[in-house]
């Protein structure tokens, strides 16, 4: 940019979580640039935003801007509101610059290009990743053929959804367009045409929504290119980690283009005498220094502010994307369903008439483990019309699926409760604390608790079915763990007290009408349990589960569909069985090493055994704060922490007073240094990957179900079906390996 022209003058419309993360940190930086007003259909968020950042005004809509106020606008809203917006705007003879996707619809896209170049505006979109080092590296390599033709390419993309998003909005087929195909798919898709200078037509794409949007999905398609058509595969996921790369094959080597790294390309040559030999290459501008990902949205914001100076298509012109938002749509529309483990149904439940009502429950703490699979189960297994009540909008990205209603609320919040629970004939209360301070965990699990039952007592709901825990029992000295064992955990588990806590504040409320029941899973496990499954087969993988003190006594485990069921008959109890309490457990049992070494055996992994190890804080893994803890330790001993307090030592002026208070107190260097295992010397060694080992203990007895048996009926899924079943979805799941 020309930095002797007057600042670009920029409003914003949308301040959710892209403006707060990603656009007003460069634009606030820009000298080239004015902010202002911010733009959102909440007032007091655009209020908040326009604060942390000094801009004085702020609207809920765009009919209040024109020429004379600004020169462009950032439209960083749902997907389905771009297109009328962005005409709207364009026709206003505004510049537009707008956040993937550009569109749901071609049609849309399109409409959008024209209203532009009708009243000679800039439109651009923001897919920063054609900017990154290692994008424009991937491209020169291809398009001077270093490697041959192109052959193929693969793409992956995916892991836990975690955006910290404002709204529902993007989780909604109708605003958002669909889910990672559109959302991150734009920039895959987007991207690998780019380098390939290639015309997209889809051969198939299949995903796996259930009336809402998808959470993973693979689309293939055929790209023609100057050399050739060639084939590319591209698979996303919400759910699971998977490779996170996008690999060119090439006559030669394989280009491997990785997520994580904004400025390095592998290369994977095919020639056997090159085996082991694999390249790794790395670019940066000319301008040098480190290359940060606030650099890819400033040179997105010069490209569209140079092509409104001169009059010419951005880099990232609207024009250039529009055949990224057909094949998208494309696909959506040929879609075929992607039929994944843990979909099979548990159960054939006779589903009622569409005549009768639907019995509606409220499920909280839906965008958990237990919760989510309740959600879906209740609803269609056992007929119930499913309610899912999440503390925050990215909770429900697995939930999306389905077209259940999804509601945001705090079960602290009396005021939230009431409102979620009009018109609920049950309540299914999976929500717990999980926050890594002792007191914000107890607080929620037991505070939280009571405010949801109080609430229910005064909408008339007709059972309430409340989520313990085995460990609320005491565990040592019982010959078998039942529900006539004592209610005594041990002091040092927090989890097991503040569950107890909690059965007692849902006692007081139940004595006051009430109907309650109280179900107490053992170990929880399944497709999704983090705790019993992610966690620990990942870490076997690696070598670091293990299995303390005596490995042979019973796993005291549970099927995450086994424990549904419980739920769906806890719901239909008679009266005569509200007050009641029930463990439980699946009926068939293996020793807690015999279930690790199932999922273990076929590729050879197995858990470390530590006979002579002493449990410490009760029979499960290591909790939320003892985790944060290793994890901060573990940054702070990192060489890129290091790296970082040694730029700001040498950063004046904030670096100065913390440099003099160390430079002045050896005594302090030393305690500080020994802390995180270093010492003033210099000394350089190879880093060697090292990782806590993950302990488990187990009960020194079984825990007996058989009351939930006779009371509440059979379990649908035996032990063996659902090892095996979990087995199929770890594989899946990419958390172990497919045998050879």
């Known amino acids: 940019m020309n930095p002797s022209s007057s600042p670009f003058r920029i409003a914003v419309v949308g301040c959710g979580a892209v403006s707060r993360a990603s656009l007003l940190p460069v634009l606030a930086g820009h000298d080239g640039v004015r902010v202002g007003p911010l733009i959102d259909r909440d007032k007091q968020r655009a209020r908040d935003l326009a604060d942390e950042y000094n801009v004085q005004t702020v609207m809920t809509d765009i009919d209040g801007l024109s020429k004379d106020i600004v020169d462009g606008v950032i439209l960083a809203t749902p997907p389905a509101h771009h297109a009328a917006a962005a005409i709207a705007l364009a026709q206003k003879g505004l510049h537009v610059l707008v956040e993937k996707p550009m569109a749901i619809t071609a049609g849309d896209a399109e409409a959008m290009v024209q209203a532009a170049d009708a009243a000679g505006v800039a439109l651009s979109v923001g897919l920063y990743r054609r900017f990154l080092p290692s994008v424009q590296l991937l491209k020169t390599l291809i398009e001077r053929g270093e490697f041959g033709r192109p052959l193929r390419v693969d793409a992956e993309e995916g892991g836990p959804y975690g955006w910290p998003l404002a709204t529902l909005d993007v989780l909604r087929r109708a605003t958002g367009g669909g889910g990672p195909l559109i959302d991150l798919g734009s920039h895959v898709i987007d991207l690998v045409l780019y380098v390939l200078q290639a015309a997209p037509s889809l051969d198939s794409y299949s995903d796996n929504e259930r009336g809402g949007i998808e959470t993973d999905c693979v689309l293939q398609a055929t790209l023609a290119t100057a050399s050739g058509s060639i084939p590319l595969r591209l698979e996303m996921s919400r759910t699971r980690e998977l490779r996170n790369s996008i690999k060119v094959e090439c006559e030669q080597a394989t280009i491997e283009l990785p997520r994580a790294s904004f400025t390095e390309v592998l290369v994977h040559r095919h020639s056997p005498h090159s085996a082991g030999s694999d390249v790794k290459f790395s670019a940066s501008w000319k301008t040098g220094g480190n290359f940060v990902g606030y650099e890819a949205f400033r040179r997105e914001i010069d490209d569209w502010i140079n092509g409104a100076r001169q009059k010419t298509d951005p880099i990232l012109s609207g024009r250039s994307v529009v055949p990224v938002v057909r094949l998208i749509e494309g696909a959506y529309r040929a879609r075929t369903p992607l039929v994944e483990p843990g979909d099979t149904p548990v159960v054939d439940t006779p589903r009622p008439s569409p005549a009768v009502a639907r019995k509606r429950v409220l499920v909280t703490g839906a965008g958990g483990f237990l919760g989510g699979r309740a959600v879906e189960l209740l609803r269609d297994q056992y007929g119930w019309d499913a309610v899912a009540l999440v503390r925050s909008p990215k909770s429900a990205a697995q939930l999306a699926r389905w077209p259940h209603d999804i509601l945001i609320g705090d079960i602290c919040s009396r005021e939230d409760m009431d409102r979620v629970l009009r018109g609920c004939d049950a309540v299914v209360h999976c929500a717990v604390g999980t926050s890594w301070k002792a007191d914000e965990t107890r607080h929620v699990t037991v505070e ?161 055994l530590l006979p002579d190890a002493k449990q410490r804080g009760g029979a499960s893994p290591a909790g939320h704060l003892s985790r944060f803890v290793s994890g901060v330790t573990t940054i702070a001993k990192s060489p890129e922490f290091r790296g970082i307090v040694r730029r700001v030592l040498e950063t004046d002026p904030i670096g100065t007073i913390p440099r003099r208070l160390w430079d002045r107190s050896p005594k302090l260097q030393r305690q500080l240094l020994s802390r995180f295992g270093s010492n003033a010397a210099v000394v350089y060694r190879p880093a060697a990957a090292k990782a806590d080992m993950l302990i488990y203990f187990g009960e020194p007895t079984l825990v007996s179900g058989g009351k939930a048996l006779r009371e509440l009926g059979a379990q649908p899924v035996s032990a063996s079906d659902a090892m095996a079943r979990t087995l199929v979805w770890a594989r899946y799941a990419r958390l172990l390996p497919t045998p050879d």
């Open 448 to 608: 939280g608790t009571r405010i949801v039952a109080e609430a229910a007592l005064a909408a008339g709901v007709k059972r309430f079915v409340h989520i313990s825990t085995l460990f609320v029992h005491q565990r040592d000295g019982v010959s078998t763990i039942d529900e006539n064992s004592p209610l005594n955990p041990p002091a040092q588990d927090a989890y097991g007290q503040s569950k107890l806590a909690a059965e007692q504040a849902l006692a007081a409320i139940a004595a006051k009408g009430l109907q309650t029941i109280v179900l107490r899973p053992s170990r929880i496990y399944g497709p999704f349990s983090k705790t019993f499954t992610v966690r620990p087969l990942g870490a076997m993988t690696e070598g670091r589960l293990a299995v303390g003190g005596n490995p042979d006594v019973p796993g005291n485990m549970v099927y995450v569909d086994n424990v549904v069921g419980a739920i769906a008959s806890a719901l239909e109890a008679p009266s005569s069985l509200a007050g009641s309490a029930y463990l439980v457990t699946d009926a068939e049992q293996v020793s807690l090493r015999e279930f690790y070494e199932f999922f273990g055996r076929p590729t050879g992994h197995k858990p470390v």
